[in-house]
Each structure stands twice: as C-alpha cells, then as structure tokens.
C-alpha cells in the first residue's frame, strides 16, 4: 500500500506560477513511477507529466509542455510540478499518482486506469 499526499495548490492569477508536492509513504521503491493528473469539474482526468524514479526520465502532456516539469527526490518519496504561465484552463483539481516503473517505462498518462495508487488532490485556481 503506498500513501500519497499532495500540497502546494493554491489561486493565483493568470501568468503566475505555482509549485505542487507529492509525497509517498507506505511500500514505496525506487524504480517506480509518479505522475500528476489534473481533472476539471465535469471532465475526466488529464495526465499532466510522469517521472521515473530510476531512470529520471520524464514525460510531459502537450498541452503543458514548455510551461510544467515534474521532478523527484528523496529517492523518488518526493515529486514535484513546477507550473508557470498559468492560465484559467490549468484550473483543475490536481492528483499525485504512483505506478510501476517495469522496464524502465511509466504507465501511459492517457490511462489514469494504469496507475495504482491516488493521492487525494489539490485544487489549483488561476484566476484572468
């Protein structure tokens, strides 16, 4: 069973930044994966960005490229999503997830089925 906990949301303005935590207890290894998803009232979720805890090797959603990243410590106990140019469609809820890192490769971010644990979210609110 592993625990995830999410900080950092918050309001801000449009064009402002924020940066969310995620940590992980419980049987957590390194090797794994964690990956943020966003969900939006009345929509499904959205995967953001994922990292391996192995490899360091991150992938980031089209939709935030150039203006998220996800980064790791503490062994991979520890992810981060570093948000900049916010605009009002980053707001969401957003979620920490973890899944298995088998072969050096994440779960798809267009399958939150594939990912094992949740974190309970925090809400991000950009205001125009």
């Known amino acids: 069973q592993v625990n995830l906990v999410e900080s950092g949301g918050g309001s801000v303005p449009a064009g402002g930044s924020l940066r969310l935590s995620c940590e992980a207890s419980?049987?957590?290894?390194?090797?794994?994966?964690m990956a943020w998803f966003r969900q939006r009232p009345g929509q499904g979720r959205e995967g953001v960005a994922s990292?391996?805890?192995?490899?360091?090797?991150?992938v980031i959603a089209a939709s935030v490229k150039g203006r998220f990243t996800i980064s790791q410590a503490n062994a991979g106990n520890t992810a981060f999503l570093q948000m900049s140019g916010l605009t009002s469609d980053d707001t969401a809820m957003y979620y920490c997830?973890?899944?298995?890192?088998?072969?050096?490769?994440?779960?798809?971010?267009?399958?939150?089925?594939?990912?094992?644990?949740w974190g309970q979210g925090t809400q991000v609110t950009v205001s125009s």
């Open positions: 419980g049987y957590v290894y390194t090797g794994g994966c």
């Open positions: 997830t973890r899944g298995s890192g088998a072969g050096g490769y994440c779960p798809s971010l267009e399958k939150p089925i594939d990912w094992a644990y």
């Open positions: 990292i391996h805890t192995g490899t360091d090797g991150a």
